[in-house]
């Protein structure tokens, strides 16, 4: 059943069509039992998040758990996983877009998916494993140039076309009548101010070293024997080639009785501080604390991680980089 509704769009009045979907078309959507049983937003990043209970705040994922509507209950809630709201101008861009690319594309493009498409939207998956980036296209329309997301090219980037047009192509591709003009924004400002300068690790390797197989140029190869190899070094935005230039790690600074660990955090990666006392046993847990979680800021800033002191003989530290 389709019925108009008046919208005030603050101040303007629109009337817009809403679509009541019959259970056919339900199951034009919920369609991937491997991704979700079936279910789209019902997952961990998309829950994790905090909800006014009337009037009492608290994460759903941590008040689910109270409830004890799951079969264990949550212990690693700082570790876990969230979507960032488009409009959270601390997260970054592109953490934003990967946000909205999954809850609303990955019912459809995931690998396996209905979406007849190569790209893999799900925000567990890192940017560069996406073929989102210069990933090849099913249908180029005609335009041998048209990408997926092409840096820097609002007109070649059919990502961004599929969703700025409506009728025919449009995407997703049920669903609604309206453009989202909030997610067009962002994923423009994406691919304009964002990606022009983003070198996946291979374009990074060919700018560096000319070439992506000689042996210094291998993520694990330390060429400038500053401590810090290939991978991390494009992660942080460092050169391979200066001993100096190295991303500064943990200062360790004591505060009652914890121990504080305080080191930058670079734009757009994720840092996960992880303890063990037993260094050989390989059992590294992510510390449980709230500044500990992922999270991926839209600027270089310094975060200081607390760990309450124990009496373990030894304790060791790492922190793990990641993109996004
Ligand atoms: C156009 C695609 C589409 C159609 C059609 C659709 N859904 Fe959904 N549905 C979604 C998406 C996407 C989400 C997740 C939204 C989010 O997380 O913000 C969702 C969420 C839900 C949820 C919350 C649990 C979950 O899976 O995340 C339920 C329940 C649900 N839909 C039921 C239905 C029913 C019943 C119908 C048919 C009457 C229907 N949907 C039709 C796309 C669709
Ligand atoms: C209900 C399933 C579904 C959803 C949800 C969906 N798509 Fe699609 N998408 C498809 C199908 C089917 C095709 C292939 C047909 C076509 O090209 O129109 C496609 C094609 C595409 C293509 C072209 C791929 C190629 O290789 O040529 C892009 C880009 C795309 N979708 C982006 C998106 C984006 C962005 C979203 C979320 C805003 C989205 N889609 C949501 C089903 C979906």
Not at 98 to 120: E, I, K, M, Q
Not at 249 to 270: D, E, Q
């Amino acid at each position: 059943m389709d019925e108009p509704l008046v919208v005030n769009d603050g101040g303007n009045l629109h009337t817009q069509i809403w679509h009541y979907p019959s259970r056919t078309e339900c199951l034009t959507c919920h369609t991937i039992p491997a991704a979700g049983g079936l279910a789209l937003g019902f997952n961990t990043p998309q829950l994790n998040r905090d909800f006014d209970y009337g009037g009492v705040i608290d994460n759903q994922l941590r008040a689910f758990s109270n409830a004890s509507y799951f079969s264990a209950p949550v212990t690693n809630l700082n570790s876990l996983r969230a979507l960032a709201p488009s409009t959270n101008e601390a997260a970054s861009v592109e953490c934003r877009v990967r946000s909205y690319l999954t809850a609303n594309c990955s019912g459809c493009h995931v690998p396996s998916g209905p979406g007849l498409s190569t790209f893999d939207v799900r925000i567990i998956t890192p940017l560069s494993a996406t073929r989102l980036i210069n990933g090849s296209l099913t249908n180029t329309t005609g335009n041998p140039l048209n990408r997926v997301i092409v840096p820097g090219s609002l007109t070649n980037s059919m990502l961004l076309t599929r969703i700025s047009t409506l009728g025919a192509g449009r995407m997703p591709p049920t669903g609604s009548t309206e453009l989202d003009a909030g997610a067009i924004s962002l994923v423009s400002r994406w691919i304009t101010n964002d990606l022009p300068s983003y070198h996946c690790f291979a374009e990074w390797q060919l700018l560096l070293f000319g070439e992506t197989n000689s042996p210094l140029a291998m993520a694990a190869a330390d060429p400038d024997t500053d401590g810090a190899n290939n991978q991390l070094e494009w992660l942080t935005g460092t050169s391979p080639l200066l001993v100096n230039d190295v991303s500064p790690g943990l200062s360790v600074g004591l505060a009652g009785s914890s121990v504080l660990f305080t080191y930058p955090r670079v734009a757009n990666r994720g840092f996960d501080l992880q303890s063990t006392t037993d260094f050989a046993g390989n059992t590294w847990q992510s510390l449980d604390v709230i500044e500990n979680r992922p999270f991926f800021s839209a600027s270089n800033t310094v975060v200081t991680v607390p760990d309450l002191m124990t009496n373990a003989a030894v304790k060791f530290y790492r922190l793990r980089v990641y993109e996004p």
